[in-house]
């Protein structure tokens, strides 16, 4: 048998390479993990199971990622001086108990061993599995090992004689890259990135017996570890010293808000309603009436919050006992009812064993007393105490059917006796991860409610399975008490003022404030932190936007690791074809068809069974069937594009590069034919798939398509991209030629003069080296700019080059509209005798030759001159024929010009209503094409019209538009400025 990976030989039964120890095996693994692969049992020993089941559905392989990891390295201090005077034997013993001490606490927490190095190991919290709480569990692993260490040096000590053995740990969060690194014969699953190099740097700089962390993990756990701050230090390659912490301990209380710098939590928005029921079903127990209340709502929409703002709004007199539930506890027996007890007795989880056995003594005599012996062991094994020989041994005596029941009726021995002193509320928080042993002992509680005034504050988010089965048995059984509250994500307005909260009186970009709605979508948590990132990062004390960075552009909005740390954990716990299925999802976009999805994925799966992951994924909330239209092709929408950042984000720029490539091609397949429907798509994935080639003709048709609908700033965009394609390609291209034309073209109607002479110069330039086409055009439409721009002489020798490019034998209506040309820049000269003659001469060629436009245009010279003349009725013979042409073939610029130009006559003829209604239409048009010069010359004429009319207000306000433009453009010498105005200082 040939190994997959590095072609070695092997004999026909072997179940791992004998070169590199890839596994070999055909059939499913012992475990169930995965057909095909089986993992070697040491690698099982040293992962989670859930680690060892994404290898094996890998291929034995994990696949390469951009991921928010936190770095964990601990060392032992003084090995170095230890392995001097020791036997190397005894030094491994020695080490190897270090490393049990180490290491279990990595694999308690969800942690990947990632390298034993001698003396001192390398964990990962998020990678290849991610949680929400990575850095929190890091901490909290770090701490578990100073007490591991601390029991094994005094072991050391005594049995060894070894003084002070120690371990010192450093810790940071960042972006790496993970995954496999290494060649045939030997691999190793890594990270690499500056967040690596950080961390080392935290462990090397800890002093013995201590944890050092960053502030990048720091402001992460700020609400759940204690910490104290060390100064800074100087680290390789930072260009400034950097703030670290020594952590010190975990937080007795979690809290619901997080405040950090100057970065205010905002108060609590668009929740009224339900805050209201919360606060009367509580406030209900003093009525003696008990309450079971089920609050559910996705990761972020802000439970948490609800939960914190009604326990602070509770009067005296109440007792609110807290347990939350975490990830990593969801496979430890009674956890949750643990935390319940420390809350009850008000004691941190970490306090030595004599305090919490005092607490306990204390509280039970306090409200059980009569039923101490009866409950007391069962509550003492609940905290890890050592009952008396004598209780302890009834316990030890137990089956665990039994156990489990007296354990249960213990709890609610002492629960009762705390309602019977008054009102008792139980919040039990994030019931999604609970472990079945609290699940069934909080359904066993719940008989309070008939009984005492108890509120029960259910927490969690729309999970399916245990959960929701839990909830049906419970509206059952308790209707009466029983009331289900949804929690939905807040509304835009809602959004908006928690994002001016947060702000507190800084100024974002509106475009940056509806990017930050529209991302987040209402999810608080999400909403929060993204505000919380850009104010920590982007934003002055002064108010704006720090460091010159523009927030326009789409991808600028990064999302924040807290919020990557959710969404990762969300999809680790995905399938991978599932996963699969949202990473090719990602790259098509925040929509996507059903089509073009199957057709990317590869191998295609069968049309059932595309259906059912999509259905499944609908289930877990990740993306939402959107409604069906007149196209029978399904479409998808990610339910968050916040996900959909998330997870184009993890994939390495190779897979990325692979997908956009592949769904180019899926789209071209389904919809042969019709590609160019979707040019602008294709554009951009061809080019983020590196296939330059294949992306310039879908660029130019998307830049045309952009031009035609007046989307200039795409249009520029696109050109622009089709000019960097083509440097590529071969020399004396004649379309660099035409797209330099093209850009000139829409820079000149959005009055960008010199960028667009600039494009001109260069499209003629082209258009001599590619040795083809004419460039009498580009020399016209250079002159019609320098007209536009006040600089005649440049556009009489622009339009006169024209000419001498045309000849005497040239394109006889080419020569036409150079004269058209030529006649503006007389008229502007006041030469209109002879502007008169061109225009007249150009309008005749035009009638002969069929060309309606050209004669257009020679009309509108023509009525211009009129006007000038006072010849209004000439003037409207002539602007109504452009009227009919220009509506005929729908050229808007004209006709925003033709409708000012009748906006004019009427003006004159103090026909205001008349007047303000064609100037209106003119500027509509010159808006929505982005024609500046059109939008400053109308705005200027109503300016005049209102102030004759002696409505300063509304000339002030037009006035100040044209002169905002004309000012930008560099033309002043149109603008009529009332004396009036300038003298009394109102402009």
């Known amino acids: 048998m040939t190994c997959p990976r590095c072609h070695t030989s092997n004999p026909a039964r072997a179940k791992f390479c004998l070169g590199c120890g890839f596994p070999l095996a055909d059939g499913p693994a012992a475990d169930g993990t995965s057909p095909g692969v089986s993992l070697p049992d040491s690698l099982k020993r040293m992962m989670p199971d859930e680690i060892v089941r994404k290898m094996a559905s890998g291929g034995g392989k994990l696949v390469g990622e951009r991921r928010v990891v936190t770095i964990l390295f601990c060392d032992v201090k003084g090995s170095t001086a230890m392995a001097d005077t020791l036997d190397p034997e005894d030094v491994m013993e020695i080490m190897n108990g270090a490393f049990e001490a180490m290491i279990a606490p990595v694999v308690a927490y969800g942690g990947t061993l990632a390298r034993l190095m001698g003396d001192a190991i390398l964990a990962f919290f998020g990678a290849p599995t991610a949680h929400e709480d990575d850095p929190e569990r890091a901490c909290r692993a770090a701490l578990d090992i100073q007490k591991g260490i601390t029991v094994y040096a005094d072991r050391l000590r005594l049995e060894r004689g070894i003084p002070d053995f120690s371990v010192r740990s450093g810790i940071n969060t960042g972006m790496v890259v993970v995954g496999e690194v290494g060649n045939s014969v030997r691999v190793e699953y890594t990270a690499m990135g500056d967040a690596v190099n950080l961390a080392a740097r935290m462990e090397s700089t800890a002093e013995p017996g201590t944890i050092r962390i960053s502030e990048n993990t720091r402001r992460l756990v700020a609400d759940t570890i204690r910490t104290v701050p060390l100064g800074k230090v100087e680290v390789k390659g930072k260009s400034r010293p950097v703030p670290v912490y020594r952590v010190t301990g975990v937080k007795a209380k979690h809290t619901a808000t997080r405040e950090t710098g100057d970065v205010p939590a905002s108060p609590m928005v668009g929740r009224e309603k339900e ?141 009762s006796g705390m309602a019977e002193r008054g009102p008792l509320v139980l919040c039990w928080e994030d019931l999604h991860w609970v472990d079945p042993s609290s699940l069934k002992t909080l359904e066993s509680l719940l008989i309070l409610a008939r009984t005492h005034p108890v509120a029960f504050l259910l927490v969690s988010r729309p999970e399916k399975g245990d959960l929701i089965e839990f909830y049906g048995r419970v509206r059952e059984a308790y209707a009466p008490y029983f009331q289900m509250i949804e929690l939905d994500p807040l509304g835009k307005k809602e959004s908006a003022r928690v994002v001016t909260n947060m702000l507190g009186g800084r100024r974002i970009p509106a475009a940056l404030k509806k990017q930050i709605l529209d991302k987040t979508e209402g999810n608080a948590f999400f909403l929060e932190e993204v505000v919380r990132s850009i104010v920590e990062e982007g934003i002055s004390p002064g108010g704006s936007v720090k460091g010159g960075r523009s927030r326009k552009g789409p991808s600028v909005l990064g999302v924040p690791e807290t919020v990557q740390g959710v969404v990762t954990a969300r999809l680790d716990r995905l399938p991978e074809e599932h996963r699969s299925v949202l990473q090719a999802a990602s790259v098509m976009g925040r929509n996507f068809r059903t089509s073009v999805l199957e057709s990317t994925l590869d191998p295609p799966p ?382």
Not at 310 to 316: D, I, Q, T, V
Not at 683 to 700: I, N, P, V
Not at 772 to 787: D, L
Not at 931 to 960: H, I, K, M, P, V
């Open 606 to 987: 069968a049309p059932a069974v595309l259906r059912g992951w999509l259905g499944e994924l609908e289930k877990r909330e990740f993306i939402d069937r959107r409604p069906a239209g007149p196209d029978p092709d399904p479409e998808h929408t990610f339910r968050h594009a916040i996900t959909q950042d998330v997870v184009y984000g993890t994939m390495l720029s190779g897979q990325r590069k692979k997908l956009h490539l592949r769904v180019g091609d899926a789209i071209e397949r389904v919809y042969a034919g019709k590609a160019d429907d979707f040019a602008s798509t294709l554009s951009l994935h061809f080019e983020k798939a590196g296939r330059f080639d294949r992306a310039l003709s879908y660029t130019l048709k998307a830049a045309e398509s952009s031009r035609r609908s007046y989307a200039n700033r795409e249009a520029l965009t696109y050109y622009r991209k089709a000019l960097k394609f083509m440097d590529s390609g071969p020399a004396g291209d004649t379309r660099v030629a035409a797209v330099h034309e093209a850009l000139g073209d829409v820079l000149a109607l959005t009055a960008l003069y010199a960028d667009a002479v600039s494009h001109y110069r260069r499209a003629l330039e082209c258009r001599g080296e590619a040795g083809g086409g004419s460039r009498a055009p580009i020399h016209r439409k250079t002159g019609s700019v320098f007209e536009r721009w006040g600089k005649y002489d440049d556009a009489d020798r622009e339009l006169q080059s024209a000419l001498r490019e045309l000849g005497s034998g040239g394109d006889p209506r080419e020569t036409a509209r150079v004269n058209i040309g030529l006649a503006r820049v007389l008229f502007r000269r006041d030469e209109t005798e002879r502007a008169s003659k061109l225009a007249a001469d150009a309008l005749a060629v035009m009638d002969r030759e069929g060309d309606l436009t050209g004669a257009a245009a020679a009309c509108s010279i023509l009525g211009n001159i009129a006007f000038k003349e006072g010849n209004d009725l000439a003037a409207i013979s002539y602007y109504g024929r452009c009227l009919g042409t220009w509506e005929e073939t729908e050229f808007l610029e004209g006709l925003a010009m033709v409708y000012n130009n009748l906006g004019q006559i009427h003006h004159r003829g103090e026909e205001w209503d008349v007047a303000v209604v064609y100037y209106t239409k003119s500027l509509d048009i010159s808006r929505k094409t982005g024609n500046r010069y059109g939008t400053a010359r109308t705005c200027d004429n109503l300016s005049q019209l209102y102030a004759a009319r002696g409505r300063q207000d509304e000339a002030t306000r037009f006035l100040r538009q044209a002169l905002d433009i004309y000012r930008e453009i560099g033309k002043s010498g149109d603008v009529v400025v009332p004396e009036l105005w300038v003298q009394s200082g109102t402009l």
């Open 275 to 415: 805050f209201g029921i919360m606060k009367g079903s509580v406030s209900g127990l003093l009525r003696g009436k008990a309450a079971i209340l089920a609050l559910t709502g996705e990761a972020g929409v802000g439970k948490s919050r609800l939960l914190y703002e009604s326990r602070n709004s509770m009067p005296a007199g109440f007792t609110w006992l807290k347990s939350r539930a975490v990830p990593y506890s969801a496979s430890t027996s009674y956890a949750m009812v643990r935390n319940l007890l420390h809350s009850a007795l008000g004691v941190p989880p970490d306090s030595p064993q004599d305090a919490l056995a005092a607490a306990l003594e204390k509280t039970i005599a306090e409200y059980s007393p009569d039923r101490k012996d009866e409950i007391y062991p069962f509550l003492a094994w609940l905290l890890h105490l050592h009952p008396d020989e004598g209780a302890g041994g009834r316990v030890s005596r137990l089956d665990a059917e039994s156990f489990g029941t007296r354990l249960r009726d213990s709890v609610l021995t002492f629960l």
